[in-house]
């Protein structure tokens, strides 16, 4: 019983440390920062605030607490995200234009749910139960997602402002260590198994633990640096179609990408758009916003391959979660790297990790029942699985199952590469 | 002399007048208002309040203070709108990025210029330029203009939000009157004179004055009102072909079109939304945000047609300039007349009248010289008149003579109707 | 009644003199062009032979014939172009697909059809009502309008095909005159008339004769040439916003146009693509396929403007309709002239004449009644009158009051520019 | 040696066979039906024809045979589809604008092609380059490829005619056997293995053969028929989103889907487009044309899932190699059963079968060197797997390791489903 009271004492502690810190996110914004969508990709930061909090009022106090009053019945329309089983929702290309509620309204929203999530949580005492357990995790892990975009989002509406605003002010350097070359490390393959088992919160499309084969491979040592990937640029990489997927080749032509998201290359050399304003690129940085098609390119280009997800995993299953995460505020991948004994490096943030693997369903996986059935399964078809987290990502959400997926086109996330190769 | 110095006091007043219009009307919004941009015809608040400044600040202060220091260099590409041969400018259909500069720092560039503006008017005493007298008067017209537009959009961005947010609470109802029934004037042609001549500001599109031919014709005493196109509405107006012009029939199944834009029907009736939140209906107030096409085609299935901007003018040029203008902060059309002895009623104010004349130069007119030549002459293709001045006009705005012009399938202006005939 | 008698064999003779003609242009296609689309505003060639037909089975044989059974119960809905009051029809952007009928069955269908219609007339004897003696006459009219866009629409076609294939061998050079030099002619205004008026066949849309005020003005004597549309390209035209209207600016960056369609640079000079194949360019023929936004903006660039249709009637009114037409088999603009001694040389043929004015209805029109009434009114927005006919148009068909009209952008029609200028 | 001999003679006819195949699924068309392109997926007939042919040129007389003039050297620019390493090529959308070369040409540029290839295999003698049989064997496999999507492409383009014509008149009626319920079958799993090993031709992306471990599973005895996917459609699961994924839903607003490509509902019951003309829809046949949206959403609301592709092919890859193909002439999937003694059936032939995996490399896999290589591998995302061929394709075309593939919106293949199912 005590350590069941001390269960809810810690989830409520748990609780407020998530979500406040949404708040300090947002803080360095202006209100007329709060409302911008500059592509339909992007949602506004006020629309992140409010969607977070809808998400706990939606699935716990309105199921949880048969007294609840909702804040605003409109919000089930304004702030609900793509949940076709509860109903319509306000079109996603269209959160731009919520001016209203306010900022000042939209605090106040976090403020009553906040109050409503603790007070229930309080009244369950030491006997609550193992749904409104795993509803308010899940809760969490989504409001650690949205902090993610939120701040991804941000970079992207601020990049277009031809003021190019800073989001923060940039914090004493923290490039001093030197990067170490990249080397190939073998790994041994066989019949191993991947994905999520044990105690803890993992989301349904970690789930289960499975069998799969592996041959035998090489996996580098660290992230491609910005340094390497302009040597594909200078090679004439965004020119030559036969590195390219077909469809790559055509978003290529189509988009007339000729370097990574963010760059502008100067009389002076190449500059980077950074959630600290722009700044020069620093060769020895990994590098950031590619395409899949991009990094796909790049390894083929460099006589290499990506890592399959299974070949990611089974690698870096044991290795430490440290890393440069958003808790370390410099919102962009570093040098430095953590003091993990394992030969690869940099295994867990600065940079989301591009695999050769489509994101699917896992043998015998179920989704969850109900709504939140939603949240991972029907996203499975025409996206790529990445992995590891990034400088945006928070740390105590990693975890070395944690599957993260995007279209093969976007770009605005913090999303690099690792290559791989067969053993031959 | 004095009465020179009359002048630039009298300007420096008129100045200080119709800016600070704008920043009233702005103040009744929220800074998260500010920056909404919900299709590419409107622009953002804070974009009318900063392009109107930079207006001054380019066409008057860089041009005649040598040592004006610009505000922010920028801004020539930020908020310059459409005027080509002054250099590149941001793309029209983005303004909704520009989250920065802040409504704070916009109301200092106001600030900044306004000091610039009224110190150079004092500096001439009474040796003010004429050109520089011009350019001023240009300048006010110009923010007039986007003052109403401020108005337009902010209609049209919270329409967009399910809120449907207030701009201004209703005043009392201005509805007491009853509407007269329409009736058809008699109006004598012959070779007749329109376009501005005298003394006072016209743009260069009203001029010069100019010989037209026109046969005798009828011309209505009111302008349609709800009630009216509901019949049309009603009797199948919006399913038959027949009524239509081609493009119009198409942007009726492309878009859908059941009702003027802003209409809601319900079961309770129709209802509209205007700048005091929705409200029901009035069916004897002019109809308004209709497009050409639904103009035109109102009037092919009454069996009239429009009147052309020539009759319009000729009909009109007598009648004192009276109505329901912004001024009266209504904000939408009333029932109400001014007390004209002219049988002709509601010619100024309450909505701009779609006539049947497309958008071209008068004979042997000249446009401005230099970038101000772009202010008018390149939009004369593919556009239609209106006239009149609307419930959001400045009513020292509008004259006898004055053309607004807007492509036929306009609908967020707030434009109405009035029928002609021929006389057989 | 022997006059009459005459009448209906004269029309007879007319209506096989005008059938046949399609037929003999038709023939020195393949079976494989026949059905050919190559951009939304052209229409397949077989289309255009089974259309003119369906027009005469729909509107003659099915409403003056009671016994008449129709050829296909189907070709009303593949063969009705744009009649809504008839019924739907088959999408325009999809006439490409309908490979059936065949050209076979085509030719079939035209046989049928001509056969119901001599025969008619034939029954009609020497009491031939007046509306099928109209009827009879606007479907011949319509077949012309057709066999010209049947060469428009089949030089677009083949200039898409890589191998640019020709419809007919060039003929012997006509091009042995030298070219006069562009004069201005002095043109008396005053209150003129202008429309159609007396007996002989018209369109609605020439109806009635009217009253116009024309300030007095200048005309060019010939139309603007290759050569001197070569100066504007040279010196900068289209990369200078300054000369365009802003639509035509908009167009010019969109779709990338450097010079009329059809030109190719070549370090050799310049070729254009004709109906015999591409060819060099002649510096002395009428510039063609230009859109009214390049005409305008050249006229501009060169210090003048174009015509109003009302400037352009008012000058040609009296000059004798000869010229390059259809009947020439030249397919192309020419250096020679007619000799008609007025000093307008080229009034007529060659290219059609780009005027300033939109297509609008004349005062006191009143459009066909019935589903033909759909024929010109509706078009009356956002299109440009063209006025002379050109080199693939029929002589017969070419009235002085004759208006055709396209959207400002279209280039594939044989459109060329004559300047005028304002008398100072 | 004979045997060598015997090797190039049994490749000279086999040359003979596929190709002439070509010429007889053409011959059921007319010139006219030769050049229709009615949506950018789709090429017309006379390119199939051309293009299958340059193949040949492009890859083995240009490469193989010195003194080889090319047909038509601009047709490396028509006739290439995708070759980027090749050189540049028509756009795949435009490929309806080619009325040239005719069908005549194309008859006799094959003809001269096969000249070309049958005297070089007869001048190697007995002695032919291991290089030049596979490129002979690659160009045979992809005519059949090509011969299939000829009457794919057909069936689309006719099914856009109003006229609905038929490909080929129905033969008698195969439609006798009664369909047996569908039952599930145990498939042990385990650690297998899937790919192409042993002689014979494959394709680069059916190897290396690889180890796969399969969790056991149960196979679906017969393909879902068109009665079971009615029952889909009447409970509702075209409004239903919680059946279909995000981009499946996205996809059935769009295109407003409401049942099978091809399918019509009329008061009498379903009928569906064949290439035999429309016929009522018989209940018991293999449903056809549907997505892999509609595949996957089929299979949740049945409660089981589509097949992994490692699956199908370990459950298949011992059954002949019987059933429905292009040489029954049925062109049309048919309830008809091969008489294998395997209890599951319909394995091969009549429709494709789409399975849960999405298209990527095999493990360890290398694509063909050269221009080659953009056979398949360039194609490997955003789209999924089909297996088992269908009833227009070759029976020697199929191999129980063939992968197709296609995009998860594509509808207008013969593509089915087969259902699967985890042991529990
Ligand atoms: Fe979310
Ligand atoms: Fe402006
Ligand atoms: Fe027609
Ligand atoms: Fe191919």
Chains 1, 2, 3, 4 share one sequence.
């Not at 992140?48 to 909702?70: G, Q």
């Not at 041959?215 to 390219?244: C, M």
């Not at 029907?378 to 740390?395: E, Y």
Request: charged letters at 25%; hydrophobic letters at 30%.
């Amino acid at each position: 019983m005590a350590i069941e009271h001390l269960a809810v004492e810690r989830l409520s502690e748990h609780y407020k440390s998530v979500r406040s810190l949404s708040e300090k996110l947002a803080s360095r914004l202006q209100n007329e920062d709060s409302i911008i969508q500059a592509m339909p990709d992007v949602s506004p930061p006020k629309w992140h605030l409010a969607h977070t909090t809808w998400f706990f009022e939606r699935f716990i106090l309105k199921e949880k607490n048969p007294s609840y009053v909702p804040y605003n019945p409109q919000f089930d329309y304004l702030f609900n995200s793509y949940y076709e089983t509860i109903g319509s929702y306000h079109p996603r290309h269209s959160r731009g234009v919520l001016s209203r509620p306010s900022m000042e309204e939209v605090y106040d929203y976090r403020k009553h749910v906040n109050e409503g999530i603790l007070s229930l949580l309080k009244d369950y005492g030491d006997h609550i139960p193992e749904d409104v357990e795993e509803l308010v995790e899940i809760g969490l892990q989504h409001e650690q997602q949205h902090q993610e975009l939120l701040l991804t989002d941000i970079k992207y509406n601020f990049s277009c402002n031809p003021l190019l605003p800073e989001y923060v002010e940039a914090t004493l350097s923290l490039q001093t260590d030197l990067r170490s070359l990249s080397t190939y490390i073998n790994i041994d393959g066989g019949l191993v198994e991947i994905g999520f088992t044990g105690t803890g919160f993992s989301f349904d499309n970690e789930r289960p633990r499975h069998k799969v084969w592996l041959d035998s491979y090489k996996l580098a040592s660290h992230p491609v640096t910005n340094g390497e990937y302009i040597s594909f640029i200078e090679s004439g990489g965004y020119e030559q179609p036969e590195h390219w997927l077909s469809d790559g080749w055509a978003a290529v032509k189509k988009e007339k990408w000729k370097h990574p998201l963010y760059w502008r290359k100067t009389e002076d050399g190449w500059y980077t758009f950074t959630l600290t304003g722009e700044k020069r690129l620093n060769l020895d940085e990994p590098v950031c916003h590619v395409s899949f098609y991009e990094a796909d390119a790049f390894a083929r280009w460099s006589g290499k391959r990506l890592p399959t997800e299974a070949e990611w995993e089974h690698a870096m299953a044991s290795i430490p979660i440290e890393g440069n995460f958003v808790e370390s505020e410099a919102y962009h991948p570093v040098i430095r790297e953590s003091h993990t004994r394992s030969p690869i490096k940099k295994a867990y943030g600065d940079v989301w990790e591009w695999t050769s693997s489509p994101y699917t369903s896992y043998p015998q996986s179920k989704p969850l029942e109900g709504a939140l059935g939603e949240y991972n399964a029907k996203f499975m078809c025409n996206q790529m699985v990445l992995r590891g987290g990034s400088c945006v990502t928070s740390q105590s959400h990693i975890r070395p199952t944690y599957r993260n997926f995007f279209q093969a086109d976007k770009r605005w996330q913090f999303s690099g590469i690792r290559l791989a190769e067969d053993l031959s």
